[in-house]
């Protein structure tokens, strides 16, 4: 037995150990099947599958196919040794140049960079009368006593006392 082959029979054992916890293992919706490789694989691994990350260090991750049942095309591939290995075997293997052109992006920095939005913040207290008056307008009239009920009315007069409007709206989790 060679290494390849040890690779693919400890994957087969693996894929078996893990799929009876994770009965949908690989399958990613009914039509797609996305083989996770593991690193001793990944050279048979084909672009369509994707890589593992925006960074430099991006690496290939498996093959992936689409099929008309996912789960029955996977039971059939992991059927046994030999199935696997041809199912790999089989791959465009065309992963390498796709992650280098990743690499390449990332390394030099041509990667779009996130974008910040400045958010507006009320930071005036909502023991204040406007800010009581704008709350019961954002969230209707009975806001406070709906929240009291939920939290407690101790806890809730503590937050209005003490937090501001930003604050205490993400303490309750409240959306305008």
């Known amino acids: 037995m060679n290494n390849?082959?040890?690779?693919?029979?400890?994957?087969?054992?693996?894929?078996?150990?893990?799929?009876?916890?994770?009965?949908n293992l690989y399958a990613n919706h009914e039509t797609t099947l996305n083989?996770?490789?593991p690193t001793s694989l990944l050279e048979y691994a084909n672009a369509a599958a994707g890589h593992s990350g925006f960074s430099s260090?991006?690496?290939?991750?498996?093959?992936?196919?689409?099929?008309?049942?996912?789960?029955?095309?996977?039971?059939?591939i992991?059927?046994?040794?030999?199935?696997?290995?041809?199912?790999?075997?089989?791959?465009?293997?065309?992963?390498a140049e796709y992650i280098k052109s990743v690499q390449a992006r990332h390394a030099s920095g041509v990667v779009r960079r996130a974008v910040t939005k400045k958010v507006e913040t009320d930071d005036r207290l909502v023991?204040?009368?406007?800010?009581?008056?704008?709350?019961?307008?954002?969230?209707?009239?009975?806001?406070?006593?709906?929240?009291?009920?939920?939290f407690?009315?101790?806890?809730?007069?503590?937050d209005i006392r003490t937090l501001t409007i930003n604050e205490f709206e993400l303490r309750y989790g409240m959306v305008a």
Do not use: Q, W
């Open 4 to 23: 390849f082959d040890n690779n693919v029979t400890t994957f087969f054992n693996d894929f078996h150990r893990k799929v009876k916890t994770r009965p």
């Open 35 to 37: 083989v996770v490789l």
């Open 57 to 76: 260090e991006a690496r290939a991750v498996g093959i992936r196919m689409n099929t008309n049942n996912a789960l029955a095309k996977r039971d059939e």
């Open 78 to 95: 992991f059927s046994s040794v030999e199935s696997l290995t041809k199912f790999i075997l089989e791959s465009e293997c065309d992963a």
């Open 127 to 150: 023991d204040s009368k406007v800010a009581r008056t704008l709350m019961s307008r954002r969230y209707g009239s009975n806001v406070f006593i709906e929240l009291a009920r939920r």
């Open 152 to 158: 407690t009315s101790k806890v809730v007069n503590n």
